[in-house]
C-alpha cells in the first residue's frame, strides 16, 4: 500500500453553527473556530472537516446551499475563510470542506431559474416531472425526511424531485452542465487552499429516478471518476464520500487507489444496528457480537484493497457514550474505551467536537426544544399517524441529530462558554461537569486519553497499517483484536459492559512482559493466563516480538 498523508491522519469535525459563537449571536462562526485552533492542536489533530459554511436559507442547517462560493452571514466572510485557512496551516492543519452535491437550496439561482419556465436554460438542471393523468404526484417515491419526494410547483404545473426537504432540490447529475458547474466550483475551492472533501451522500448522484434507484444508480461510479479526474484526482487531498448503503465491496469500489475515486467513505453498519429495520426511531439495543462482526468484516475486507473511516460521531448521530457506553458512573471509562475501541483499528479516525470530552446525548422534556428538521417532521408525521407522544420523544431523546448539535461545552459559565447570547440550540445541562476547561485540569480526563490516542498512531506503524485480527469472536461482552506488523504485535481488549469479565487468554497473547501503550485504568505488565477486566476497562499493549 502506497503511504499518503491522510493515512495516519486524524480529523476533528466541526458543526460551526455549535463549536463557538465569537460575536454573541447565538450561533457559532468562523471566528469562534479560529479562536480554538490551539485547543485543536493541543488534542494533536490535522485535519478539520467543516460541516456546511456555505450561504443558505438553513432550512437544513446549511446542507442546503444557495452560494456555494460564498460564506453565510451568519457564520462569516470569505475573509474570515481565508484567515481560518492559513491559521489552520500554521499550525498543521488541513481544512476540508463539505460538498453538497446531490441537491442544492430551492434559494440556489439555478433553482430559481429552473422553476421559472420549462424552456428556461436551467431547467434541466434539476429534475421535472409531469403530474399523472389525473394530476398526482409522478410516483410513491418517499424523502429522506418523511413525506413524498415529488414537489408540486404552480408556476409550470410540473412536480421536482427532492429526496430530503422540499427545500432541497435534487441536481440533476444526467446533466452535464450540471456537472461541469460542480466541477469547476470544487476547482475553485481546491484553489483556496483547502485539504479536500467531504461529499454528502455522494452515492445518490447516480440515480435512476424513473426506475426509483436512488442508492449506488447505474453511473455513479462513472460520475465520481469523471469528478476525480477534472478536479482532485491531481491533487494530494483527503476525500471522504458519505455513502450509507456501501457494502465493503463497494467501500473498495470506491477507495481502491488504483480506480481514482476516493480516498475513503464513510459506511454505517455499526452505527444502524441498533435501529430496528433500519429505522432510527424504533431503536432496539446493542447486539455486541453482532457489532462485532460488522466492525471486523470491515477491517478484514479492506485490509488490502481500500481504505476505512473510522468513527463513532458526526452531526447526525447520537453521542456514542450515550450510546454504547454508560453516561453514569463509568461515562470516563466508558467514553475512554470506545476511543480505544476505534482508534486501535485501521483506517483514518474522525473525532466529532465533543466525543474527546465524553459530551452526552441531551433529553429536552418538549419536542419545542427540538431544531432539527428531521425529528420535528418524523415527531408529527409519527405521532399525527398514532404514535405515542411519549414513545416518539423517547425516540428522538435516543437517536435524534440534535444530540450531537447542542453547544459545545467550553467550560463551567453560562450558556457552557459557547456564547454570551441566548443559543440557536439550548445547551445540554451536564455542561458544568462535562467541558473542556474541566477536562484540560484533569490528567484522567477523555480528553488527554483521546490526546494520546492520536499520538500512538503518529508514532507506531502498526495503529496505522498493521493487520487485524480479531480474538473472542462470539464473546458478548469483550471486543478483542491484534494488529501485526513486522515490529510490533498490538493486543487490544475492550469491555464493553458495567461488569467485571475474566478471560482465559489463549497462550500466544499470554506475556510475562509487555509494554501497555494506552489504558483506562492501571497500566498492565504482564498478560496471564486469565485476564480479569474491569468495568469498561480496555487497554493496548505491545507483545514481545
Ligand atoms: C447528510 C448530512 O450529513 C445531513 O446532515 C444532511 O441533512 C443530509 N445529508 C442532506 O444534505
Keep these: 500500500m502506497t503511504p499518503k498523508w491522510w493515512h495516519d491522519a486524524v480529523v476533528y469535525q466541526i458543526y460551526p453553527r455549535s463549536f463557538c459563537d465569537s460575536n454573541n449571536d447565538g450561533m457559532g462562526d468562523l471566528q469562534g473556530i479560529i479562536g480554538k485552533l490551539d485547543y485543536l492542536k493541543k488534542l494533536g489533530v490535522n485535519v ?86 389525473d394530476g398526482s404526484v409522478p410516483d410513491d417515491q418517499g424523502s429522506v425526511f418523511g413525506g413524498g419526494a415529488w414537489e408540486f410547483d404552480e408556476t409550470t404545473g410540473e412536480y421536482f424531485y427532492h429526496i430530503f426537504s422540499k427545500r432541497q432540490p435534487d441536481l440533476n447529475w444526467e446533466n452535464p452542465k450540471v456537472q461541469e458547474e460542480v466541477h469547476k466550483m470544487i476547482n475553485w475551492w481546491i484553489d483556496q487552499g483547502i485539504g479536500g472533501f467531504r461529499l454528502d451522500v455522494i452515492d445518490l448522484i447516480g440515480k435512476e429516478i424513473d426506475k426509483k434507484i436512488t442508492g449506488n444508480g447505474p453511473r455513479l461510479h462513472q460520475l465520481i471518476q469523471e469528478m476525480n479526474q477534472a478536479t482532485f484526482g491531481k491533487k494530494d487531498l483527503l476525500t471522504v464520500g458519505e455513502t450509507w448503503d456501501a457494502t465493503p465491496e463497494i467501500a473498495k469500489l470506491y477507495s481502491n487507489p488504483a480506480r481514482n475515486e476516493f480516498s475513503m467513505v464513510f459506511q454505517f453498519e455499526h452505527i444502524s444496528l441498533t435501529w430496528k429495520y433500519g429505522d432510527k426511531w424504533n431503536p432496539i439495543d446493542l447486539d455486541l457480537p453482532q457489532f462485532k462482526r460488522a466492525l471486523t468484516k470491515w477491517q478484514v475486507e479492506l485490509a488490502e484493497e481500500g481504505w476505512n473511516s473510522l468513527f463513532w460521531n458526526n452531526h447526525d448521530l447520537p453521542r456514542v457514550v450515550s450510546k454504547y457506553g454508560d453516561v453514569g458512573r463509568y461515562r470516563v471509562e466508558s467514553a475512554k474505551m470506545l476511543a480505544t475501541t476505534m482508534h486501535m483499528m485501521k483506517g483514518t479516525p474522525y473525532v466529532y467536537q465533543g466525543e474527546e470530552i465524553g459530551m452526552t446525548n441531551v433529553a429536552f422534556d418538549s419536542i419545542d426544544d427540538y431544531r432539527d428538521i428531521e425529528t420535528l417532521n418524523f415527531y408529527k408525521e409519527r405521532t399525527e399517524n398514532g404514535v405515542a407522544p411519549e414513545t416518539m420523544l423517547a425516540a428522538v431523546h435516543e437517536n435524534s441529530r440534535d444530540n450531537a448539535r447542542t453547544p459545545m461545552h467550553w467550560d463551567k459559565t453560562d450558556n457552557a462558554g459557547f456564547s454570551q447570547a441566548q443559543p440557536w440550540i439550548k445547551v445540554n445541562p451536564n455542561y ?24 500512538l498512531r503518529k508514532a507506531l506503524p502498526v495503529i496505522v497499517y498493521g493487520d487485524f485480527e480479531p480474538v473472542f469472536e462470539d464473546h458478548d461482552k469483550v471486543f478483542g483484536y491484534v494488529r501485526t506488523d513486522e515490529q510490533h504485535r498490538l493486543f487490544v481488549l475492550n469491555n464493553f459492559t458495567s461488569e467485571e469479565v475474566v478471560l482465559n487468554i489463549p497462550v500466544e497473547l499470554q506475556a510475562a512482559n509487555v509494554e501497555c501503550i494506552i489504558s483506562n485504568y492501571d497500566y498492565r505488565q504482564q498478560i496471564e493466563e486469565t485476564v480479569t477486566l474491569k468495568p469498561y476497562e480496555s487497554f493496548a499493549v505491545l507483545l514481545p516480538a
Design 432 to 455: 458544568p461537569e462535562i467541558n473542556v476547561e474541566a477536562a484540560l485540569e484533569d490528567q484522567n480526563s477523555v480528553f488527554y486519553h483521546y490526546q494520546k490516542l492520536i499520538e
Design 48 to 133: 478539520i472537516w467543516l460541516s456546511p459554511v456555505y450561504r443558505s436559507p438553513m432550512d437544513d442547517n446549511g446542507y442546503d446551499i444557495s452560494d456555494y462560493q460564498d460564506i453565510a452571514p451568519e457564520f462569516g466572510t470569505m475573509e474570515d475563510m481565508q484567515q481560518l485557512l492559513a491559521e489552520a496551516k500554521q499550525r498543521d492543519i488541513r481544512i476540508i470542506m463539505d460538498l453538497v452535491v446531490n441537491h442544492t437550496s430551492d434559494e440556489h439561482p439555478w433553482f430559481i431559474e429552473s422553476r421559472k419556465s420549462k424552456d428556461n436554460p436551467y431547467r434541466d438542471y434539476y429534475i421535472w416531472r409531469q403530474p399523472k393523468e
